[in-house]
């Protein structure tokens, strides 16, 4: 791994060109994107470097902001005489690890799901009998691998759904598989994505976290313990409960009012979490009001309404709020809102929400 031009090209010098340079962000489509290049010299390799480090990279997953360049990844190159790709997933139908596979590796793989369907094979596996030694067979078929290659598949796949399941994975890709030249199987390239509701299961792996990657106010939500994610939009979402969540950002998007995040406070938030995750949106420039939509069941309405007003009086933000509360203490919270002299819109329903969404012409 390199953090810089020089230790590129020293990196370069010891293994040997030419070598690959890879980017190291949280995407894919980066070799399309521009982030994985070839150096044939120790020299070109520091140029190179000198012009990825530091530079954001924009992929088809990136967004459009794109990712900040911090390390490359330095490899020596594999004479390839084949690519072909592997994923294990959660699959919902079945219930367990699903294994994808295709002879088309490389990049684009998800143009090759939707032109070449016929090129993608889909393995539901049993959790309690595991990666089968049929299932080996059918792969290689598929792959148009020779029959010697079974074992080999088998020995592959059947760790793969092991570190699937033992690291409650989302994704485990190996992409490209390679057979090499001297016709061995490579992972020549992996990613491996963790189910972040799992990590409490899983210590060692926060330790891997580079916050660099993470978007700066999503960073922000996942040190306060909030779930948030940030959107395109201009009316900053504050919900309890994540279904809740999803159904007012789908009714504020049809009034035309685009949420700018998804933000989930849960169930237990105190007054200092409210205020955080007030204070996250309100940071977000390119918001121009506060849609809340609160149940206040095991969250009462008025811890709410204190943190918004801290929020608020903190950040000196006057932008207008929409709220509308239900549940526990929400006479006691919609005093607190009423006598805070912020520009607050009262909703009771549904149905009122949506009007003055309307009227605010958002």
């Given at each position: 791994?390199?953090s810089?031009p020089?230790?590129?090209?020293?990196?370069?010098?010891?293994?040997?060109?030419?070598?690959?340079?890879?980017?190291q962000?949280?995407a894919?489509?980066r070799?399309?994107?521009?982030?994985?290049?070839?150096?044939?010299s120790p020299?070109?390799?520091?140029v190179?470097?000198?012009?990825?480090?530091?530079?954001?990279?924009?992929?088809?997953q990136?967004?459009?902001?794109?990712s900040i360049?911090?390390?490359?990844?330095?490899?020596?190159?594999?004479g390839?005489?084949?690519?072909m790709?592997?994923?294990?997933?959660?699959?919902?139908?079945?219930?367990?690890?699903?294994?994808?596979?295709?002879?088309?590796?490389?990049?684009?793989?998800?143009?090759?799901?939707?032109?070449?369907?016929?090129?993608?094979?889909?393995?539901?596996?049993?959790l309690?009998?595991?990666?089968?030694p049929y299932?080996?067979?059918?792969?290689?078929?598929?792959?148009?691998?020779?029959?010697?290659?079974?074992?080999?598949?088998?020995?592959?796949?059947?760790?793969?759904c092991?570190?699937?399941?033992?690291?409650?994975?989302?994704?485990?890709?190996?992409?490209?598989?390679?057979?090499?030249?001297?016709?061995?199987?490579?992972?020549?390239?992996?990613?491996?994505d963790?189910?972040?509701?799992a990590?409490?299961?899983?210590?060692?792996?926060?330790?891997?976290k580079?916050?660099?990657?993470?978007?700066?106010?999503?960073r922000?939500?996942?040190?306060?313990?909030?779930?948030?994610?940030?959107?395109?939009?201009?009316?900053?979402?504050?919900?309890?409960?994540?279904?809740?969540?999803?159904?007012?950002?789908?009714?504020?998007?049809?009034?035309?009012?685009?949420?700018?995040?998804?933000?989930?406070?849960?169930?237990?938030?105190?007054?200092e979490?409210?205020?955080?995750?007030?204070?996250?949106?309100?940071?977000?420039?390119?918001v121009t009001?506060?849609?809340?939509?609160?149940?206040?069941?095991?969250?009462?309405?008025?811890?709410?309404?204190?943190?918004?007003?801290?929020?608020?009086?903190?950040?000196?933000s006057?932008?207008?709020?929409?709220?509308?509360?239900?549940?526990?203490?929400?006479e006691?919270?919609?005093?607190?809102?009423?006598?805070?002299?912020?520009d607050v819109?009262?909703?009771?329903?549904?149905?009122?929400?949506?009007?003055?969404?309307?009227?605010?012409?958002?």
């Amino acid at each position: 791994m390199a953090s810089d031009p020089e230790q590129t090209a020293r990196l370069i010098s010891r293994l040997g060109p030419p070598t690959i340079l890879k980017a190291q962000i949280h995407a894919g489509g980066r070799g399309m994107g521009g982030g994985i290049k070839l150096a044939n010299s120790p020299e070109e390799g520091k140029v190179i470097a000198e012009g990825l480090i530091g530079s954001h990279l924009i992929t088809n997953q990136s967004g459009a902001q794109g990712s900040i360049v911090r390390k490359l990844l330095v490899e020596k190159t594999v004479g390839i005489k084949r690519e072909m790709y592997f994923a294990c997933v959660m699959d919902r139908n079945s219930q367990g690890p699903l294994l994808i596979v295709s002879p088309t590796g490389g990049m684009d793989i998800e143009s090759v799901a939707e032109s070449q369907p016929e090129k993608i094979l889909r393995l539901p596996v049993d959790l309690s009998a595991g990666f089968q030694p049929y299932q080996s067979r059918m792969i290689c078929k598929f792959l148009d691998l020779d029959a010697t290659f079974t074992r080999d598949i088998f020995g592959l796949m059947s760790a793969v759904c092991e570190l699937f399941i033992d690291n409650d994975c989302t994704l485990v890709e190996i992409n490209p598989l390679v057979l090499d030249e001297k016709d061995c199987l490579i992972a020549l390239d992996a990613k491996i994505d963790f189910d972040d509701d799992a990590l409490f299961r899983h210590i060692g792996l926060t330790k891997l976290k580079d916050g660099s990657q993470q978007e700066d106010l999503e960073r922000q939500a996942t040190e306060a313990g909030v779930a948030y994610v940030k959107l395109d939009g201009t009316v900053g979402c504050l919900v309890n409960g994540a279904g809740l969540a999803m159904a007012t950002m789908d009714l504020a998007h049809g009034m035309g009012a685009y949420p700018a995040n998804f933000l989930d406070v849960g169930g237990s938030a105190t007054v200092e979490k409210i205020t955080a995750a007030v204070k996250i949106m309100l940071s977000d420039t390119k918001v121009t009001m506060i849609l809340v939509n609160i149940f206040g069941g095991i969250l009462r309405c008025d811890i709410l309404a204190e943190g918004i007003v801290e929020a608020f009086r903190e950040t000196e933000s006057t932008l207008p709020i929409v709220v509308r509360m239900s549940g526990t203490n929400v006479e006691a919270g919609t005093r607190i809102l009423a006598k805070s002299k912020l520009d607050v819109s009262f909703a009771s329903t549904l149905s009122d929400l949506e009007r003055i969404l309307s009227s605010k012409h958002v």
